[in-house]
Protein backbone atom coordinates (compact mmCIF):
# COMPACT_ATOMS: atom_id res chain seq x y z
CA UNK A 1 0.00 0.00 0.00
CA UNK A 2 1.65 3.32 -1.07
CA UNK A 3 0.79 6.81 0.61
CA UNK A 4 -1.80 7.68 -1.98
CA UNK A 5 -3.67 4.58 -0.91
CA UNK A 6 -4.00 5.18 2.19
CA UNK A 7 -4.42 8.89 2.31
CA UNK A 8 -7.73 7.73 -0.21
CA UNK A 9 -8.62 4.66 2.41
CA UNK A 10 -7.58 6.05 5.36
CA UNK A 11 -10.22 9.40 5.38
CA UNK A 12 -13.29 6.99 5.39
CA UNK A 13 -12.16 5.05 8.54
CA UNK A 14 -12.64 6.39 12.16
CA UNK A 15 -10.26 4.51 13.73
CA UNK A 16 -7.19 6.65 14.49
CA UNK A 17 -4.44 5.00 11.55
CA UNK A 18 -0.80 5.56 11.27
CA UNK A 19 1.13 4.09 8.02
CA UNK A 20 4.75 3.51 8.75
CA UNK A 21 7.73 1.75 7.07
CA UNK A 22 9.93 -1.13 10.06
CA UNK A 23 12.08 1.56 10.61
CA UNK A 24 9.77 3.80 12.45
CA UNK A 25 9.63 6.18 9.70
CA UNK A 26 5.55 8.23 9.89
CA UNK A 27 4.78 7.93 6.20
CA UNK A 28 0.86 9.13 6.61
CA UNK A 29 -1.39 9.26 9.00
CA UNK A 30 -5.23 10.05 8.82
CA UNK A 31 -7.63 13.19 10.48
CA UNK A 32 -8.94 10.96 13.00
CA UNK A 33 -5.17 10.29 14.50
CA UNK A 34 -3.78 14.12 13.95
CA UNK A 35 -7.15 14.34 16.46
CA UNK A 36 -6.50 12.51 19.26
CA UNK A 37 -3.07 13.41 19.38
CA UNK A 38 -3.37 16.73 18.76
CA UNK A 39 -0.36 17.23 15.51
CA UNK A 40 -1.19 18.46 12.17
CA UNK A 41 -0.18 16.25 9.75
CA UNK A 42 2.71 17.55 8.27
CA UNK A 43 3.97 17.97 11.83
CA UNK A 44 4.21 13.83 12.18
CA UNK A 45 4.75 13.10 8.55
CA UNK A 46 8.91 11.89 7.68
CA UNK A 47 9.14 11.75 11.64
CA UNK A 48 10.59 8.52 13.31
CA UNK A 49 8.02 6.98 15.32
CA UNK A 50 9.96 6.52 18.57
CA UNK A 51 10.55 10.34 18.53
CA UNK A 52 7.22 11.01 19.22
CA UNK A 53 6.46 7.83 22.15
CA UNK A 54 7.56 7.96 25.37
CA UNK A 55 9.04 4.65 24.71
CA UNK A 56 12.72 3.51 24.43
CA UNK A 57 13.79 3.55 20.37
CA UNK A 58 14.74 -0.32 20.41
CA UNK A 59 11.42 -1.54 22.34
CA UNK A 60 9.93 0.92 19.48
CA UNK A 61 11.62 -0.89 16.97
CA UNK A 62 11.35 -4.77 18.07
CA UNK A 63 7.31 -3.97 18.24
CA UNK A 64 7.58 -2.67 14.48
CA UNK A 65 9.85 -5.97 13.72
CA UNK A 66 6.85 -7.81 14.63
CA UNK A 67 4.54 -6.09 12.98
CA UNK A 68 6.66 -6.52 9.27
CA UNK A 69 6.36 -10.30 9.68
CA UNK A 70 2.96 -10.61 10.61
CA UNK A 71 -0.19 -10.63 8.88
CA UNK A 72 -2.28 -10.33 11.98
CA UNK A 73 -2.90 -7.72 14.32
CA UNK A 74 0.20 -7.76 16.59
CA UNK A 75 -1.06 -5.96 20.28
CA UNK A 76 1.16 -3.50 21.85
CA UNK A 77 0.56 -0.18 23.96
CA UNK A 78 2.49 2.78 22.73
CA UNK A 79 2.45 6.39 24.74
CA UNK A 80 2.55 9.09 22.81
CA UNK A 81 3.88 12.68 23.95
CA UNK A 82 1.37 15.28 22.94
CA UNK A 83 2.42 19.09 21.93
CA UNK A 84 0.85 20.24 25.43
CA UNK A 85 3.30 17.45 26.82
CA UNK A 86 1.11 15.51 28.47
CA UNK A 87 0.94 11.73 27.50
CA UNK A 88 -1.41 10.08 25.47
CA UNK A 89 -1.43 5.89 26.31
CA UNK A 90 -2.44 4.19 23.41
CA UNK A 91 -3.21 0.41 22.92
CA UNK A 92 -1.48 0.06 19.25
CA UNK A 93 -3.01 -3.32 16.71
CA UNK A 94 0.00 -3.36 14.11
CA UNK A 95 0.34 -5.60 10.81
CA UNK A 96 2.51 -5.63 7.34
CA UNK A 97 0.73 -4.37 4.52
CA UNK A 98 3.71 -4.52 2.29
CA UNK A 99 6.23 -6.74 3.09
CA UNK A 100 9.90 -5.82 2.99
CA UNK A 101 12.37 -6.02 -0.20
CA UNK A 102 15.61 -5.73 -1.13
CA UNK A 103 15.35 -1.93 -2.08
CA UNK A 104 12.96 -0.75 0.55
CA UNK A 105 11.77 -1.66 3.59
CA UNK A 106 8.25 -3.12 5.21
CA UNK A 107 5.26 -1.19 5.01
CA UNK A 108 3.29 -1.32 8.49
CA UNK A 109 -0.21 -0.34 9.22
CA UNK A 110 -0.70 0.41 12.95
CA UNK A 111 -4.35 1.22 14.55
CA UNK A 112 -4.65 3.38 17.45
CA UNK A 113 -7.27 3.39 20.57
CA UNK A 114 -7.11 5.98 23.01
CA UNK A 115 -6.92 3.60 26.61
CA UNK A 116 -8.64 6.08 27.96
CA UNK A 117 -11.54 5.99 26.09
CA UNK A 118 -11.62 2.71 25.77
CA UNK A 119 -11.30 2.24 29.30
CA UNK A 120 -14.33 4.46 29.89
CA UNK A 121 -15.75 2.65 27.04
CA UNK A 122 -15.18 -0.34 28.53
CA UNK A 123 -16.38 0.73 31.98
CA UNK A 124 -19.98 1.72 30.16
CA UNK A 125 -19.87 -1.31 28.66
CA UNK A 126 -19.63 -3.47 31.73
CA UNK A 127 -22.15 -1.13 33.38
CA UNK A 128 -24.00 -1.89 30.42
CA UNK A 129 -23.39 -5.71 31.26
CA UNK A 130 -23.97 -5.31 34.57
CA UNK A 131 -27.58 -3.74 34.45
CA UNK A 132 -28.52 -6.34 31.85
CA UNK A 133 -27.20 -9.05 34.51
CA UNK A 134 -29.23 -7.25 37.44
CA UNK A 135 -32.12 -7.23 34.84
CA UNK A 136 -31.49 -11.08 34.09
CA UNK A 137 -31.24 -11.44 37.55
CA UNK A 138 -34.13 -10.41 38.81
CA UNK A 139 -36.08 -11.95 35.49
CA UNK A 140 -34.49 -15.36 36.98
CA UNK A 141 -35.66 -14.42 40.61
CA UNK A 142 -39.16 -14.15 39.28
CA UNK A 143 -39.26 -17.09 37.13
CA UNK A 144 -37.98 -18.98 40.30
CA UNK A 145 -40.11 -17.61 42.54
CA UNK A 146 -43.37 -18.24 40.36
CA UNK A 147 -41.78 -21.61 39.91
CA UNK A 148 -41.78 -22.23 43.48
CA UNK A 149 -44.96 -20.87 43.75
CA UNK A 150 -46.14 -23.37 41.63
CA UNK A 151 -44.31 -26.07 42.88
CA UNK A 152 -46.13 -25.54 46.60
CA UNK A 153 -49.45 -24.95 44.62
CA UNK A 154 -48.56 -28.92 42.62
CA UNK A 155 -47.87 -30.09 46.19
CA UNK A 156 -50.31 -28.86 47.96
CA UNK A 157 -52.88 -30.49 45.85
CA UNK A 158 -50.81 -33.45 45.77
CA UNK A 159 -51.24 -33.42 49.02
CA UNK A 160 -54.77 -32.41 49.12
CA UNK A 161 -55.48 -35.62 46.17
CA UNK A 162 -53.50 -37.86 49.19
CA UNK A 163 -55.72 -36.23 51.70
CA UNK A 164 -58.46 -36.96 49.74
CA UNK A 165 -57.54 -40.43 48.56
CA UNK A 166 -56.76 -41.57 52.46
CA UNK A 167 -60.37 -39.71 53.51
CA UNK A 168 -61.61 -42.20 50.69
CA UNK A 169 -60.20 -44.84 51.65
CA UNK A 170 -60.95 -44.61 55.29
CA UNK A 171 -64.62 -44.03 54.68
CA UNK A 172 -64.33 -46.95 52.46
CA UNK A 173 -63.17 -49.25 55.01
CA UNK A 174 -65.76 -47.57 57.88
CA UNK A 175 -68.85 -48.57 55.31
CA UNK A 176 -67.25 -51.69 55.08
CA UNK A 177 -66.65 -53.17 58.74
CA UNK A 178 -69.88 -51.10 59.11
CA UNK A 179 -71.72 -53.63 56.91
CA UNK A 180 -69.56 -56.17 58.08
CA UNK A 181 -70.57 -55.83 61.79
CA UNK A 182 -74.20 -55.16 60.99
CA UNK A 183 -74.51 -58.09 58.91
CA UNK A 184 -72.56 -59.82 61.71
CA UNK A 185 -74.60 -58.75 64.60
CA UNK A 186 -77.79 -59.44 63.36
CA UNK A 187 -76.60 -63.25 62.14
CA UNK A 188 -75.36 -63.60 65.50
CA UNK A 189 -78.35 -61.96 67.15
CA UNK A 190 -80.46 -64.34 65.09
CA UNK A 191 -78.49 -67.44 65.90
CA UNK A 192 -78.65 -66.56 69.93
CA UNK A 193 -82.23 -66.05 69.61
CA UNK A 194 -83.19 -69.05 67.89
CA UNK A 195 -81.09 -71.30 69.85
CA UNK A 196 -81.97 -69.41 73.12
CA UNK A 197 -85.58 -70.49 72.77
CA UNK A 198 -85.41 -74.10 72.62
CA UNK A 199 -82.21 -74.12 74.95
CA UNK A 200 -84.48 -72.50 77.45
CA UNK A 201 -87.50 -74.78 76.69
CA UNK A 202 -85.12 -77.32 77.72
CA UNK A 203 -83.09 -76.38 80.64
CA UNK A 204 -86.24 -75.43 82.26
CA UNK A 205 -87.86 -78.74 82.02
CA UNK A 206 -84.77 -80.83 83.17
CA UNK A 207 -85.22 -79.64 86.39
CA UNK A 208 -88.83 -81.05 86.85
CA UNK A 209 -87.76 -83.86 84.97
CA UNK A 210 -85.22 -84.72 87.07
CA UNK A 211 -87.74 -84.58 90.12
CA UNK A 212 -90.09 -87.00 87.99
CA UNK A 213 -87.46 -89.39 87.89
CA UNK A 214 -86.01 -89.56 90.94
CA UNK A 215 -90.33 -89.69 92.11
CA UNK A 216 -90.25 -92.89 89.70
CA UNK A 217 -87.07 -94.41 90.96
CA UNK A 218 -87.72 -94.13 94.37
CA UNK A 219 -91.29 -95.76 93.37
CA UNK A 220 -89.46 -98.53 91.69
CA UNK A 221 -87.06 -99.21 95.11
CA UNK A 222 -90.90 -99.12 97.45
CA UNK A 223 -92.28 -101.80 94.77
CA UNK A 224 -88.49 -104.41 95.11
CA UNK A 225 -88.33 -103.33 99.15
CA UNK A 226 -92.25 -104.83 99.54
CA UNK A 227 -92.13 -107.40 96.48
CA UNK A 228 -88.97 -108.90 96.19
CA UNK A 229 -89.64 -111.66 94.25
CA UNK A 230 -91.10 -110.27 91.26
CA UNK A 231 -92.10 -112.51 88.55
CA UNK A 232 -89.95 -114.28 86.44
CA UNK A 233 -90.91 -111.80 83.02
CA UNK A 234 -90.22 -108.68 85.48
CA UNK A 235 -86.74 -110.26 86.87
CA UNK A 236 -85.98 -110.76 83.07
CA UNK A 237 -86.67 -107.26 82.09
CA UNK A 238 -84.78 -106.09 85.26
CA UNK A 239 -81.79 -107.97 84.40
CA UNK A 240 -82.15 -106.42 80.71
CA UNK A 241 -82.10 -103.30 81.42
CA UNK A 242 -79.70 -103.35 84.03
CA UNK A 243 -81.94 -101.65 86.56
CA UNK A 244 -79.51 -100.64 88.93
CA UNK A 245 -77.13 -99.15 86.69
CA UNK A 246 -80.22 -97.15 85.07
CA UNK A 247 -81.00 -95.62 88.38
CA UNK A 248 -77.66 -94.33 89.12
CA UNK A 249 -77.19 -93.38 85.44
CA UNK A 250 -80.40 -91.60 84.53
CA UNK A 251 -80.29 -89.36 87.30
CA UNK A 252 -75.79 -88.57 86.18
CA UNK A 253 -77.55 -87.94 82.48
CA UNK A 254 -79.98 -85.80 83.49
CA UNK A 255 -77.02 -83.82 85.21
CA UNK A 256 -75.17 -83.59 82.37
CA UNK A 257 -77.90 -82.46 80.17
CA UNK A 258 -78.18 -79.62 82.98
CA UNK A 259 -74.62 -78.40 82.88
CA UNK A 260 -74.88 -79.16 78.73
CA UNK A 261 -77.77 -76.41 78.38
CA UNK A 262 -76.29 -73.99 80.78
CA UNK A 263 -73.00 -74.41 79.11
CA UNK A 264 -75.83 -73.56 75.77
CA UNK A 265 -77.57 -70.72 77.55
CA UNK A 266 -73.75 -69.02 78.68
CA UNK A 267 -72.72 -69.25 75.27
CA UNK A 268 -76.13 -67.51 73.71
CA UNK A 269 -75.59 -64.84 75.83
CA UNK A 270 -71.77 -64.43 75.47
CA UNK A 271 -72.71 -63.92 71.32
CA UNK A 272 -75.89 -61.25 72.81
CA UNK A 273 -72.85 -59.39 74.68
CA UNK A 274 -70.82 -59.62 71.90
CA UNK A 275 -72.99 -58.29 69.23
CA UNK A 276 -75.28 -55.68 71.41
CA UNK A 277 -77.62 -55.11 68.87
CA UNK A 278 -79.54 -53.76 71.77
CA UNK A 279 -77.13 -50.94 72.79
CA UNK A 280 -75.74 -49.13 70.05
CA UNK A 281 -76.17 -46.28 72.25
CA UNK A 282 -73.23 -45.08 74.26
CA UNK A 283 -73.40 -47.10 77.74
CA UNK A 284 -71.51 -47.97 80.50
CA UNK A 285 -70.52 -51.49 80.69
CA UNK A 286 -67.97 -54.00 82.45
CA UNK A 287 -65.28 -54.73 80.08
CA UNK A 288 -64.09 -57.60 81.90
CA UNK A 289 -67.60 -59.22 80.48
CA UNK A 290 -66.74 -57.70 77.01
CA UNK A 291 -63.54 -59.64 76.76
CA UNK A 292 -64.59 -62.78 78.53
CA UNK A 293 -67.54 -63.10 75.80
CA UNK A 294 -65.29 -62.16 73.20
CA UNK A 295 -62.82 -65.25 74.25
CA UNK A 296 -66.04 -67.13 74.60
CA UNK A 297 -66.47 -66.94 70.82
CA UNK A 298 -63.24 -67.59 69.96
CA UNK A 299 -63.05 -70.72 71.84
CA UNK A 300 -62.62 -72.88 68.95
CA UNK A 301 -59.39 -71.23 68.23
CA UNK A 302 -57.76 -71.50 71.26
CA UNK A 303 -58.50 -75.16 72.17
CA UNK A 304 -56.18 -77.55 72.16
CA UNK A 305 -56.50 -79.48 68.49
CA UNK A 306 -54.90 -82.72 67.37
CA UNK A 307 -51.13 -82.51 66.44
CA UNK A 308 -51.93 -78.62 68.01
CA UNK A 309 -51.47 -77.36 71.82
CA UNK A 310 -53.94 -75.12 72.76
CA UNK A 311 -53.31 -71.54 73.36
CA UNK A 312 -52.90 -70.47 76.95
CA UNK A 313 -54.92 -67.53 78.28
CA UNK A 314 -53.76 -65.48 81.33
CA UNK A 315 -55.97 -62.94 82.76
CA UNK A 316 -54.67 -60.13 84.77
CA UNK A 317 -57.59 -58.07 85.76
CA UNK A 318 -57.74 -55.33 88.07
CA UNK A 319 -60.87 -53.75 89.62
CA UNK A 320 -62.38 -51.46 86.86
CA UNK A 321 -65.38 -49.36 86.53
CA UNK A 322 -67.70 -49.82 83.97
CA UNK A 323 -66.45 -47.31 81.15
CA UNK A 324 -68.97 -45.60 78.66
CA UNK A 325 -68.75 -46.84 75.51
CA UNK A 326 -70.29 -48.81 72.52
CA UNK A 327 -70.22 -52.17 73.44
CA UNK A 328 -70.68 -54.47 70.45
CA UNK A 329 -67.80 -51.93 68.47
CA UNK A 330 -65.50 -52.47 71.49
CA UNK A 331 -65.86 -56.08 71.61
CA UNK A 332 -65.04 -56.05 67.58
CA UNK A 333 -62.16 -54.45 68.23
CA UNK A 334 -61.02 -56.85 70.89
CA UNK A 335 -62.13 -59.95 68.60
CA UNK A 336 -59.84 -58.29 65.49
CA UNK A 337 -56.67 -58.18 68.16
CA UNK A 338 -56.85 -61.41 69.13
CA UNK A 339 -57.68 -62.97 66.16
CA UNK A 340 -54.57 -61.15 64.95
CA UNK A 341 -52.83 -62.52 67.93
CA UNK A 342 -54.26 -66.30 67.52
CA UNK A 343 -52.81 -66.19 63.80
CA UNK A 344 -49.42 -65.14 65.05
CA UNK A 345 -49.14 -68.37 67.71
CA UNK A 346 -50.46 -70.32 64.75
CA UNK A 347 -47.28 -68.83 62.31
CA UNK A 348 -45.09 -69.73 65.01
CA UNK A 349 -45.89 -73.66 65.99
CA UNK A 350 -45.66 -74.02 62.13
CA UNK A 351 -42.32 -73.11 62.58
CA UNK A 352 -41.37 -74.55 66.03
CA UNK A 353 -43.70 -77.43 67.16
CA UNK A 354 -41.95 -76.80 70.99
CA UNK A 355 -43.22 -73.77 70.65
CA UNK A 356 -46.09 -72.78 73.63
CA UNK A 357 -48.65 -69.95 72.57
CA UNK A 358 -49.47 -67.68 75.16
CA UNK A 359 -51.75 -64.64 75.37
CA UNK A 360 -51.81 -62.44 78.57
CA UNK A 361 -54.36 -60.08 78.57
CA UNK A 362 -53.98 -57.68 81.55
CA UNK A 363 -56.22 -54.35 82.89
CA UNK A 364 -55.51 -51.19 84.58
CA UNK A 365 -56.62 -48.36 85.97
CA UNK A 366 -54.83 -44.68 85.31
CA UNK A 367 -56.47 -41.49 85.88
CA UNK A 368 -59.59 -41.28 84.34
CA UNK A 369 -58.49 -43.88 81.98
CA UNK A 370 -58.59 -47.33 81.90
CA UNK A 371 -55.83 -49.28 79.95
CA UNK A 372 -56.21 -52.89 78.35
CA UNK A 373 -52.89 -55.10 77.31
CA UNK A 374 -53.23 -57.51 74.64
CA UNK A 375 -49.66 -59.25 74.39
CA UNK A 376 -48.59 -62.13 72.57
CA UNK A 377 -45.28 -64.43 72.90
CA UNK A 378 -45.42 -65.14 68.69
CA UNK A 379 -42.74 -63.64 66.45
CA UNK A 380 -43.11 -60.28 66.96
CA UNK A 381 -43.64 -57.52 63.84
CA UNK A 382 -41.09 -56.73 61.27
CA UNK A 383 -40.00 -53.19 61.73
CA UNK A 384 -40.52 -52.52 58.22
CA UNK A 385 -43.88 -53.02 57.99
CA UNK A 386 -45.02 -51.52 61.61
CA UNK A 387 -45.91 -48.13 60.46
CA UNK A 388 -48.29 -49.61 57.96
CA UNK A 389 -50.10 -51.92 60.64
CA UNK A 390 -53.36 -49.64 60.89
CA UNK A 391 -53.16 -48.67 57.37
CA UNK A 392 -56.48 -49.99 55.54
CA UNK A 393 -56.33 -53.00 53.60
CA UNK A 394 -52.84 -53.51 54.64
CA UNK A 395 -52.32 -57.39 55.49
CA UNK A 396 -49.34 -59.46 55.27
CA UNK A 397 -51.68 -62.81 54.98
CA UNK A 398 -52.72 -64.61 52.12
CA UNK A 399 -55.28 -63.96 49.31
CA UNK A 400 -58.59 -65.04 50.82
CA UNK A 401 -56.92 -65.12 54.57
CA UNK A 402 -57.19 -61.34 55.43
CA UNK A 403 -58.79 -58.78 53.99
CA UNK A 404 -56.43 -55.87 55.69
CA UNK A 405 -59.50 -53.95 57.44
CA UNK A 406 -59.13 -55.85 60.96
CA UNK A 407 -56.49 -53.75 62.70
CA UNK A 408 -57.54 -50.43 60.45
CA UNK A 409 -61.59 -50.89 61.86
CA UNK A 410 -59.93 -51.32 65.76
CA UNK A 411 -57.66 -48.13 65.36
CA UNK A 412 -60.86 -46.47 64.24
CA UNK A 413 -63.50 -47.91 67.03
CA UNK A 414 -60.71 -47.06 69.49
CA UNK A 415 -59.39 -43.41 68.66
CA UNK A 416 -62.29 -42.08 66.29
CA UNK A 417 -65.11 -43.34 68.18
CA UNK A 418 -63.67 -43.59 71.68
CA UNK A 419 -60.90 -40.72 72.05
CA UNK A 420 -58.64 -43.63 73.15
CA UNK A 421 -55.23 -44.47 72.23
CA UNK A 422 -54.22 -47.78 70.41
CA UNK A 423 -50.66 -48.46 70.64
CA UNK A 424 -48.11 -51.60 70.30
CA UNK A 425 -44.79 -52.39 70.93
CA UNK A 426 -43.15 -55.40 69.51
CA UNK A 427 -39.76 -56.81 68.59
CA UNK A 428 -39.15 -59.39 66.28
CA UNK A 429 -38.96 -62.64 67.64
CA UNK A 430 -39.99 -61.48 70.94
CA UNK A 431 -43.90 -60.86 70.74
CA UNK A 432 -46.38 -57.93 70.73
CA UNK A 433 -48.39 -56.30 72.64
CA UNK A 434 -51.18 -54.26 71.48
CA UNK A 435 -52.39 -51.34 74.33
CA UNK A 436 -55.74 -49.80 74.27
CA UNK A 437 -56.66 -46.65 76.25
CA UNK A 438 -59.66 -45.32 76.52
CA UNK A 439 -61.35 -42.83 78.91
CA UNK A 440 -64.21 -44.24 81.73
CA UNK A 441 -66.53 -40.77 80.84
CA UNK A 442 -67.16 -40.27 76.89
CA UNK A 443 -67.83 -36.68 75.49
CA UNK A 444 -71.66 -36.25 75.41
CA UNK A 445 -70.77 -34.99 71.56
CA UNK A 446 -69.45 -38.58 70.94
Known sequence: MNSENFTKLARTFPEPLILLNSKGEVLKINPALTKILGYKSKQLENKLLYDIVNEPSNEVIHYLQACSKSRQMIIGCLNFCQPDRRILACRCEGAVVEPSSPSSPAIILIRLENRTSAN???????????????????????????????????RQKAKDLEDTLGELRRTQSKLIQSEKMSALGQMVAGVAHEINNPVSFIYGN??????????LIRIIELYQKNYPNPVE??????????????????????????????????????????????EAELKQVDIHEGIDSTLLILHNRLKAKLNHPGIEVIK???????????????????????????????????????????ITISTELSASNIAIRIADNGSGIPFSIQSKLFDPFFTTKQVGKGTGLGLSSSYQIIVDKHHGKLSFDSSFGKGTEFIIKIPIKQCSST
Do not use: W
Open 120 to 154: KNFATLNEQIDNELIKEAYKRKQIESALRKSELKL
Open 206 to 215: IIPANQYAQD
Open 233 to 278: EIEAEIEAVELDFLKKDFIQLLRSMKNGTERIKEIVLSLRNFSRLD
Open 316 to 358: RYSSLPKVDCYAGQLNQAFMNILANAIDSLDDEFNKNHNFNPQ
